[in-house]
């Protein structure tokens, strides 16, 4: 079965800091689909990317960033000079047969 | 334009009761799931179904039935509720599998 691993479960940055979140997935399929979602305190699921297996070019996003490396089996995710509202759960996602798997996710504290 | 609509949003059960989620979409998905959400665990797949008649076990499915009589509605009926089956539920539904799940607001599920 595929697995998604957040290594750090609770990150704390000041305000205007950067802030990269690690995902490291592992699979024997050719043909996958990797994903951020974001969770803030109020309690919804927020898609914010989707990457599939063949396309590795890096995002960005406004302050939103994402580095996907087939090699390392990695898709980071970097909020760049990161703001209050930033604060929330951050889940790394993987598809794959018709199942979506998540890692733990990343509690992520900013504070003012 | 409603999307994923769980309900109820709050649920307090005994143990030993039994009790159905109900999740309806009005997006025309095929796909629809449940996942699980608990403390330090993420979200993690109970049941999913990729159209009516069919339904498939995920990773936690011991203790949930389901099933999908037609495309709107996928209810998750929990049988003999244990205290280990408090948790916070969402339900997503997908048009093209789990590749751009739409998710429920969550329920919010606890067995005294």
């Known amino acids: 079965a595929q697995k998604v691993t957040q290594a750090q479960t609770e990150i704390s940055v000041v305000e205007k800091e950067d802030v990269t979140l690690d995902c490291v997935y592992e699979?024997?399929?050719?043909?996958?689909?990797l994903f951020w979602y974001k969770q803030p305190p109020s309690g919804e699921l927020v898609f914010l990317i989707r990457r599939n297996s063949f396309d590795e070019q890096n995002e960005i996003s406004g302050r939103y960033s994402w580095n996907f490396q087939k090699s390392t089996s990695s898709f980071n995710f970097t909020i760049t000079a990161s703001q209050v509202v930033d604060s929330a759960v951050y889940f790394c996602?993987?598809?794959?047969?018709?199942?979506?798997?998540f890692g733990k996710g990343n509690q992520v504290v900013v504070i003012p | 334009n409603a999307g994923v609509t769980q309900t109820p949003k709050f649920q307090v059960l005994k143990t030993g009761q039994s009790m159905t989620l109900q999740c309806a979409q009005d997006m025309n998905h095929e796909y629809m799931s449940w996942y699980r959400q608990d403390p330090g665990m993420g979200l993690r797949l109970i049941h999913y179904?990729?159209?009516?008649?069919?339904?498939d076990q995920g990773e936690v499915p011991n203790g949930y039935n389901v099933s999908r009589s037609t495309t709107e509605d996928f209810p998750l009926r929990l049988l003999s509720a244990a205290p280990s089956q408090t948790s916070v539920y969402f339900c997503?539904?997908?048009?093209?599998?789990?590749?751009?799940?739409?998710f429920g607001e969550g329920s919010r599920l606890t067995v005294l």
């Open positions: 996602a993987y598809y794959g047969n018709n199942r979506l798997a």
């Open positions: 179904s990729v159209g009516a008649g069919i339904t």
């Open positions: 699979t024997r399929d050719t043909t996958y689909y």
């Open positions: 997503a539904s997908g048009g093209s599998g789990a590749r751009e799940l739409f």
